[in-house]
C-alpha cells in the first residue's frame, strides 16, 4: 500500500532533549511538508521541501530543523530551543503539480 | 497570524440536518481553496476544493459555496450522518506558492 507512515505514534520528550519524529513515503512524491497541531489553531507549517537536498522554512520554523537526504524521507528534529513542543506533528507530502496533500497519521509529542 | 478565518469552532447538528462552515481570507493572491476532514488521530484527507473562477462546487453530500467579491468560503454538509462526525478545515494558497494556509478548524457532531 502506497502511503506516509509517521513514526513513533506517542514520543515523550525531557527538558532539554532534542527528539526527532520519522516520516517516510513511498508515493515517489517530489514536496514533503510537516505541520504542528495545536487544538484550536489548525495546522502550521514548520518547514516544507519541493526537492532532495532543499528546504525552506515555514512559519514556525524557530526550535525546529529538517533534512531531506532522500526522496521518500523528511525527519523532524525538535530542538531543545523548542519550549512549548506539545503538540500534534502531521507530515504530508504532494507530488509535483498536483493540488492535493497527503497526510501521515500523526505523532503525538508530549513532554515529561 | 491566521491568514484563513473560520467559525464555527464547533457545532452539533441532527442526523438529516445541515452543517454549515464559513471561512474568510484577505489575502486577494489565494486561488486555490480546499477542505479537508479529520477523523480523531488520523491525518487530514482532502475532502473537496474549488477554485475563484467558479462560485459553486458540489460532490456528492459536500458543496463549496464560494463567493469572491466578499472573500469568503462556505462547506455545506447536507444530511449529515454520524459518520461525518470529524474535524473540517478550510484552507487556501496563492497561486505562485504550494503552502496551504489552514483554518482553526470546526469539530461537527452529528447525533442519531
Known amino acids: 500500500d502506497g502511503g506516509i507512515t509517521q513514526s513513533p505514534k506517542y514520543l515523550f520528550r525531557k527538558e532539554g532533549q532534542n527528539v526527532t519524529l520519522s516520516c517516510e513515503q513511498n508515493?515517489?512524491?517530489?514536496?514533503m511538508y510537516w505541520y504542528r497541531q495545536d487544538p484550536g489553531q489548525g495546522l502550521r507549517l514548520i518547514y516544507y521541501?519541493?526537492?532532495?537536498?532543499?528546504?525552506q522554512k515555514g512559519d514556525i520554523a524557530e526550535g525546529y530543523s529538517v533534512s531531506r537526504e532522500k526522496k521518500e524521507s523528511f525527519p523532524l528534529t525538535v530542538t531543545s530551543a523548542q519550549k512549548n513542543p506539545t503538540a500534534f506533528y502531521l507530515c504530508?507530502?504532494?507530488?509535483?503539480?498536483?493540488?492535493?496533500?497527503?497526510f501521515g497519521s500523526g505523532t503525538q509529542l508530549s513532554v515529561l | 497570524q491566521q491568514q484563513v478565518k473560520q467559525s464555527p469552532q464547533s457545532l452539533i447538528v441532527q442526523k438529516g440536518g445541515i452543517s454549515i462552515i464559513n471561512c474568510a481570507y484577505e489575502n486577494t493572491a489565494f486561488d486555490y481553496f480546499p477542505w479537508y476532514q479529520q477523523f480523531p488521530g488520523k491525518g487530514p484527507a482532502l475532502l473537496i476544493a474549488i477554485r475563484p473562477d467558479v462560485s459553486e462546487k458540489k460532490e456528492g453530500r459536500f458543496t463549496i459555496s464560494f463567493n469572491k467579491s466578499a472573500k469568503q468560503f462556505s462547506l455545506h454538509i447536507m444530511d449529515s450522518q454520524p459518520g461525518d462526525s470529524a474535524t473540517y478545515f478550510c484552507a487556501a494558497r496563492p497561486r505562485t506558492d504550494y503552502k496551504l494556509s489552514f483554518g482553526a478548524g470546526t469539530t461537527v457532531t452529528v447525533r442519531a
Open positions: 508515493l515517489n512524491h517530489d514536496a
Open positions: 521541501s519541493q526537492i532532495v537536498n532543499d528546504f
Open positions: 504530508a507530502s504532494r507530488t509535483g503539480g498536483a493540488e492535493k496533500l497527503f
